[in-house]
């Protein structure tokens, strides 16, 4: 049975995607203000969750869809790459996210989305 996990206050869910060519990394963080995650088995937080330091919900729960909604976007890169292959890569991921860094010969090499703060978990459709 699907079940939906969704922040219940705003500013609770960022994601982190790490992106890897040969010897350089880049580095997009997203804050969402509000959003959820879908799950084909009923999730269970582990005892030990606290709100204040959050859960990676595609590590715990490996969600297969979702909605996130409102983001801020912070971007860093490692010092061997010019500034002119930074401009290109941020246009490139404004216009087509993945799609534009992958064309570029980008891997994404790590992706985490951390919800925070009090869950909400019901059944989905």
């Known amino acids: 049975m699907i079940h939906k996990i969704a922040a219940t206050k705003p500013n609770p869910i960022v994601e982190i995607e790490v992106w890897r060519q040969s ?9 969402w203000s509000s959003g959820y995650v879908l799950v084909n088995k ?8 606290n709100p204040t330091l959050g859960i990676d919900v595609n590590l715990a729960f490996d969600p297969f869809d979702g909605s996130l909604h409102d983001a801020y976007a912070k971007y860093s890169f490692s010092e061997n790459i010019a500034q002119g292959e930074q401009e290109l890569m941020l246009k490139m991921y404004e216009d087509s996210m ?15 989305c951390w919800f925070y703060g009090e869950l909400e978990i019901t059944p989905g459709n």
């Open 23 to 31: 010897d350089k990394t880049f580095t997009v963080e997203l804050s």
């Open 98 to 112: 993945h799609e534009g860094l992958t064309s570029l010969g980008w891997k994404q090499v790590e992706a985490q």
């Open 42 to 49: 009923e999730p269970k937080l582990p005892e030990s969750y």
